[in-house]
Structure formats: structure tokens, C-alpha cells
């Protein structure tokens, strides 16, 4: 009898849809391929909520994933999807050409058909986050708190001053040493380090000393993609650490934990502290990758097919169907009155 009540309990659509998953976060981290060459892959995203300065209150940040290499380029607020790509042709395409792929968020600008055909002509691939996983361009998000904590430290008394100083900033950033690659981005990208101010130095031009040279920048690129690939492993280490293995099928029926702020749009509430975690089941119709699959929402669902292992669970074999529509809004349920007697 009690192997009859815990398979009865594990397949109680209820008690999946209500109780919390108390597993490790789902998972193991994938970490973005590393590029064989410069300016392979980037990784970009925007700066909101700057105080306006002269025209300029954004900024648009571009991250070499193979050097970590940036750049900072102000932008005025409300931008459109033609004048970020403009911005990129004449700051961007004159010194690096088109990327092999570009990584971002899923922001309007990227996600724009203008956007994507002008990819699409140039040979690159988009690849954009998953929904509710900021995790995907973790590289860019550092470097925009590494870019806001300077400014800040620099502009607190006079904030509306910021777009003077983004050429320093850029040299600041580009000239520190990065954990990653075990040196600057700037030498990482140019094979050497800057001239500062003051500081003066002679050589001699002669051709042993130029092989010298070339030689020198072919073993920092493979002194690069070693540290790189000590960087990746270590930081995979870490996050697996708190992380949990979790895998699906194509045709797997899988509750779907929405958020909040997304039942807002599907779900609209008054309060949801009392809300399901878990709504579904909905099949799986696509596998991304070991962590991303693509679900069978309902046609009127504004949240994106494509989730993360960690929005998803996994429903029991038997003792659920699947679902095609979103729960209902508060308006349309049906409360029951229990009338003491």
C-alpha cells in the first residue's frame, strides 16, 4: 500500500503544480565555445538608465570573447534597431569586419527583423539567451558593472558628465589585467601594451628583432587559449558545484515554473503568493542544446518556447494530460463558499 500512495503522490498534478522544486538549480552549466581568432565571437548588450549627458543616455557595450577586448559607444535614448546597426558599421565594421556569431539578450533591437537580415546577409549567427536566463551573456553583464562602477566613482559629483570620460574608461578597461586570459585585453589584441603618458621607449628596426616579434605573438595566442580554457574549466567547476543534472526527451511531458511578472501577462492576478509555481504539462518539441528546449505553449502564450532546464519539471509518466491553455484569470474562476454550519 505505501508503494500505491507515494506513486499516487508523485503523480498528483497538484502537488506538481503547487510545491516548490527544492533540487539543486537544474542544469550544468554550458559554457560559450572559445574562439579560435579575435573578433570571432562577440557579445553585446545596452547600458540603461544613464543620466543624459550632452546627447548620450546609453550605452551600447561590445566584448571580444577571445581577447576581452571592448568598446563603449554612447547612444542617445530611444534608439532604433537602424541607428544601433549604423553605430556598429561606422565604430565597429571598420576595425574588426563582421563577427562569426554575435551572443546578446533577447532586446527588441536584436531581436528585429531589420536586425536579423542584416546578420543574416553578412554570415553571422545570432545566438540569443533563452528566456529568463541572463546567465547566457554573463560577460558582457560583468563588463557593464565594471563600466558603471568606474563611472560612478568618477562622475558621483558631476554625473551628467559621463559620455566626456567613456574614451578613458575604455583605455582603463582594455589596459587591466583580466583573470581569464592572464594578461590585458589590450595586449591579448594588439601583442603589446600601450604607450602612457610619459613613458618613452626605443627600438631597433631590424629584421631578427621583427621575427622575434612575430614569433612572440604566435605563442601569446596559444598562452591565450590556454588560459582561456583554464578559465572556462575552473568557472564551470564552481557553478556545478551548486548545480543539478537534469535532461528531457523530445516528446516529454514538463511543467513550466512561470514567473511573477510574466503571470502578469499570461496569467493576470491581484496577488500571487498563492499563485501554482508550475503550469502544464506542455510537450517538448525540440531539444536546443543539454540545457535549452523548446515547448508546445498554448497560441495565446507571450513567453518564449525556448527555456532553460531550470524553468522546467518534469512531469510523471502517468496520472497527468497535457495542457493547451495558460490557467484562467482571476476573474474567470470559480471560488467555492463553504458556509459554516
Known amino acids: 500500500m505505501k508503494a500505491h500512495i507515494l506513486q499516487y503522490v508523485r503523480c498528483c498534478q497538484v502537488c506538481q503544480q503547487a510545491k516548490p522544486d527544492c533540487s539543486a538549480s537544474p542544469g550544468l552549466l554550458m559554457p560559450l565555445p572559445i574562439p579560435q581568432e579575435s573578433w570571432d565571437l562577440i557579445t553585446m548588450d545596452f547600458v540603461d538608465g544613464l543620466p543624459q549627458s550632452g546627447q548620450f543616455n546609453c550605452l551600447l ?11 563603449f559607444l554612447p547612444l542617445a535614448h530611444p534608439y532604433t534597431t537602424s541607428k544601433v546597426a549604423l553605430l556598429y558599421m561606422q565604430q565597429l565594421y571598420k576595425l574588426h569586419g563582421f563577427p562569426d556569431a554575435i551572443v546578446s539578450d533577447r532586446d527588441p533591437v536584436f531581436t528585429s527583423h531589420f536586425w536579423q537580415e542584416l546578420f543574416n546577409y553578412a554570415g ?11 546567465q547566457t551573456d554573463g560577460q558582457t553583464e560583468r563588463v557593464n558593472q565594471c563600466i558603471e562602477t568606474y563611472l560612478r ?30 594578461m590585458t585585453p589590450f595586449k591579448a589584441m594588439f601583442g603589446c601594451e600601450p604607450r602612457h603618458w610619459g613613458i618613452t621607449t626605443t627600438t631597433s628596426c631590424i629584421v631578427s628583432a621583427l621575427q622575434a616579434w612575430l614569433e612572440e605573438r604566435t605563442v601569446m595566442q596559444g598562452v591565450i587559449q590556454q ?33 511573477p511578472y510574466i503571470q502578469t501577462s499570461v496569467a493576470p492576478r ?42 522546467l519539471r518534469q512531469a510523471p509518466p502517468s496520472g497527468t494530460t497535457a495542457s493547451t491553455t495558460f490557467p484562467p484569470q482571476e476573474q474567470d474562476l470559480a471560488v467555492p463558499v463553504v458556509v459554516p454550519q
Open 61 to 71: 557595450v561590445v566584448v571580444d570573447k577571445c581577447t576581452r577586448f571592448a568598446h
Open 124 to 134: 553571422t549567427e545570432l545566438r540569443m539567451s533563452t528566456a529568463n536566463q541572463p
Open 270 to 311: 491581484a496577488n500571487h503568493k498563492l499563485s501554482y509555481k508550475f503550469y502544464g504539462p506542455f510537450p517538448i518539441i525540440a531539444k536546443i542544446n543539454d540545457v535549452a528546449y523548446e515547448l508546445e505553449l498554448p497560441p495565446q502564450a507571450t513567453v518564449h518556447p525556448v527555456l532553460h532546464v531550470s524553468q
Open 227 to 259: 588560459q582561456l580554457h583554464r578559465a572556462r574549466q575552473l568557472m564551470k567547476d564552481q557553478a556545478d558545484k551548486k548545480r543539478s543534472f537534469r535532461k528531457f526527451q523530445v516528446g516529454d511531458q514538463v511543467f513550466l515554473k512561470i514567473q
Open 153 to 182: 566613482c568618477f562622475m558621483q559629483a558631476c554625473p551628467k558628465c559621463w559620455s566626456f570620460w567613456i574614451p578613458l574608461a575604455k583605455f582603463w578597461y582594455n589596459t587591466s589585467h583580466h583573470s581569464a586570459i592572464g
